[in-house]
């Protein structure tokens, strides 16, 4: 193929210009503004997990403790009606024995569920707390994420900038190109990853190789207007005055 060599030049500009809006794909794709939002977000799902638990934490409690006190107080109704038939007299002495007994017994009983009943009501109030931090975390969180949305957000606008002008200097330096060496840098773009590149001292500054002294003599000797490739890596190499 043959193209003026200030064509030739004008490629390696828009190699540069494609490099630059690959860099900018690929900062899109791993915004540092967006793993931040993404790790905040996941934050706040654990907190609101954790806050669902611990609610449901508290509801056992509740009905826990509901079923303590309902049991606490038939212990004590049965002992009081036990004192109350001691106290109005008249029992055989086996059946003041045995309720005397029975009202041991009960004084035990309720003994234990009353300590069981403050045990439960002090796990309730820490679960009551954790539910309570659990909302501040979320709140704090919500904050948190609005902010770091609006960071994401500004750095997409950005980003977004820059491929805009990026692309419209490429359609610029573009311009006026013959269609048919346009589409042979595509090809050698799609192919080597690099569309054209500067043959400096010998060496393909796309691939780095230094290429056989053959080579360099053949491309000194290449007509100007011959389009060549670099043997290692097929990109279109561009000759200057110190190839
Ligand atoms: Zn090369």
């Given at each position: 193929m043959k193209a003026a060599p200030t064509d030739q030049r004008r490629l390696v500009d828009i190699a540069e210009l494609d490099r630059r809006l690959g860099g900018l794909a690929h900062r899109r794709e791993s915004l540092p503004e967006q793993a931040a939002l993404d790790q905040?977000?996941?934050?706040?799902?654990?907190?609101?997990e954790s806050a669902a638990r611990a609610r449901i934490h508290v509801e056992d409690l509740d009905r826990a403790i509901a079923k303590l006190r309902s049991d606490l107080d038939a212990v004590?109704?049965?002992?009081?009606?036990?004192?109350?038939?001691?106290?109005?007299?008249?029992?055989?002495d086996r059946q003041a024995t045995e309720l005397e007994y029975e009202l041991r017994s009960l004084a035990r009983r309720e003994e234990s569920l009353e300590d069981e009943l403050a045990e439960l009501t002090e796990r309730h109030e820490a679960v009551d707390a954790d539910v309570r931090h659990s909302g501040a975390v979320i709140t704090d969180l919500d904050?948190?994420?609005?902010?770091?949305?609006?960071?994401?957000?500004?750095?997409?606008?950005?980003?977004e900038d820059a491929v805009t002008e990026t692309t419209?200097?490429?359609?610029?330096e573009a311009e006026g190109l013959p269609t048919e060496l346009l589409e042979f840098y595509s090809r050698c773009a799609e192919e080597a990853g690099v569309g054209?590149?500067?043959?400096?001292g010998g060496?393909?500054?796309?691939?780095?190789?230094d290429l056989s002294r053959s080579a360099v003599a053949a491309f000194r000797s290449a007509p100007q207007d011959d389009v060549l490739t670099c043997p290692e890596c097929g990109v279109i190499v561009v000759r200057t005055d110190n190839s």
């Open positions: 905040l977000v996941a934050e706040r799902r654990a907190a609101v004590r109704r049965r002992r009081q009606n036990d004192a109350g038939l001691v106290a109005g007299g008249g029992l055989s904050a948190r994420i609005g902010m770091a949305a609006t960071v994401r957000d500004t750095a997409l606008a950005d980003l419209a200097e490429r359609a610029r054209a590149a500067i043959l400096g060496r393909c500054s796309a691939c780095a190789m």
